[in-house]
């Protein structure tokens, strides 16, 4: 083989070298248990969180009522080194959920996905979440998701059948409920001639509508002819409810008077909302009043992982609230900006 011939496969070599060793020069914006959150992927959410004004305007309202600085920095293509920090810790968690997901080897189904973005929509705010390019929709949808499918595999991670039956049954009263409607009038005089015009046999609904004068409490019946809906048990004033907990469907009571002034008040019917009725609002209850399985998986995670955090976003710091600090959060200096990572 001639000289410039072994200088041609010698160059082509190195340049297969340099091409598969590409990914350890990539910039890493944190490393967990080996893998990589590369400053690329930073950057893809950060751009889709700059570029969508409506979520941006969200999130820079909530943060700076509760006394925070709102998202962008204050140079060009910055953000504030706390929120980036916020942003990093989340891809840090998912990073440990993805692994357990793996480990598991549980399935992400479709179901689940339609699930999470029904969820994330009324979360983000529908219109706020689709002006999010489609890519980072769909990535928020995986691990999003992911999360779903461990909490529902691990201990205590999923509220039953049997568990929203049993509450069902042993809070029976709770879901019993009084269609009621009423007409409110400044004074008693007013209360017993209107009283006497229904003895009479004129209609309740339009007296209400002309006479009533709730036009603010509970919604403002008057306009829907004095209705205040199928209402639970201790919903409304207590004067009101003793005396309609008396009443048979159709039974219209005598003047009642109560803090908003004097009331005739009307059932309607009563009916007990069915267990299917009732399921979605139970599950979402008993869940609340558990121990977030994730979240304890998480904090033994963390304090397990090997994680490093590139020095520009802070550095992550274990003890009872594992997370990356930011760089003026480690420091107690004035606010920071990071500049937006190169591509």
């Known amino acids: 083989m001639t000289r410039p011939r072994l200088a041609l496969?010698?160059?082509?070599?190195?340049?297969?070298?340099?091409?598969?060793?590409c990914s350890a020069f990539t910039p890493y914006a944190a490393k967990v248990d080996g893998d990589t959150i590369t400053e690329r992927e930073l950057r893809r959410e950060l751009n889709a969180i700059k570029n969508n004004k409506?979520?941006?305007?969200?999130?820079?309202?909530?943060?700076?009522?509760?006394?925070?600085?709102q998202v962008l920095g204050a140079g060009a293509d910055t953000f504030n080194s706390t929120f980036v920090a916020a942003l990093l810790n989340r891809r840090i968690r998912f990073a440990l959920i993805h692994e357990e997901v793996l480990r598991r080897k549980l399935q992400v189904t479709d179901d689940i996905r339609?699930?999470?973005?029904?969820?994330?929509?009324k979360s983000y705010g529908g219109?706020?979440?689709?002006?999010?390019?489609?890519?980072?929709?769909?990535e928020l949808i995986e691990v999003f998701s992911e999360?779903?499918?461990?909490?529902k595999a691990l201990p205590g991670g999923q509220v039953s059948d049997a568990d929203v039956a049993k509450f069902y049954e042993d809070n029976k009263a709770v879901f019993d409920r009084t269609c009621v409607r009423h007409i409110l009038v400044a004074d008693e005089a007013a209360a017993k001639a209107i009283k006497a015009?229904?003895?009479?046999?004129?209609?309740?609904a339009a007296i209400a509508k002309a006479e009533s004068t709730d036009n603010q409490?509970?919604?403002g019946s008057a306009r829907k002819g004095g209705d205040l809906g199928c209402v639970a048990k201790n919903t409304l004033v207590p004067e009101f409810e003793a005396v309609m907990d008396t009443l048979q469907p159709g039974q219209i009571s005598g003047p009642v008077q109560s803090k908003f002034g004097w009331h005739i008040i009307q059932v309607l019917s009563r009916k007990t909302v069915s267990l299917e009725e009732a399921a979605p609002d139970i599950r979402q209850y008993l869940a609340g009043q558990q121990t977030d399985p994730v979240g304890a998986y998480l904090m033994r995670a963390l304090d397990k992982?090997?994680?490093?955090?590139?020095?520009?976003?802070?550095?992550?710091?274990?003890?009872?609230?594992?997370g990356v600090k930011a760089p003026k959060e480690l420091e107690a200096a004035s606010t920071t900006s990071v500049p937006l990572p190169s591509p």
């Open 114 to 121: 339609k699930e999470t973005q029904a969820q994330l929509e």
């Open 197 to 204: 015009r229904l003895d009479g046999g004129e209609d309740f």
């Open 127 to 138: 219109s706020a979440f689709r002006k999010f390019p489609k890519s980072y929709r769909d």
């Open 147 to 151: 999360d779903t499918v461990l909490r």
């Open 305 to 322: 992982a090997k994680i490093t955090v590139n020095p520009r976003y802070g550095a992550f710091q274990r003890g009872e609230s594992p």
């Open 9 to 21: 496969v010698a160059l082509v070599a190195a340049v297969a070298a340099l091409a598969a060793g």
């Open 54 to 69: 409506d979520f941006l305007r969200r999130i820079d309202e909530g943060l700076t009522s509760n006394g925070g600085e």
């Open 217 to 219: 409490v509970s919604g």
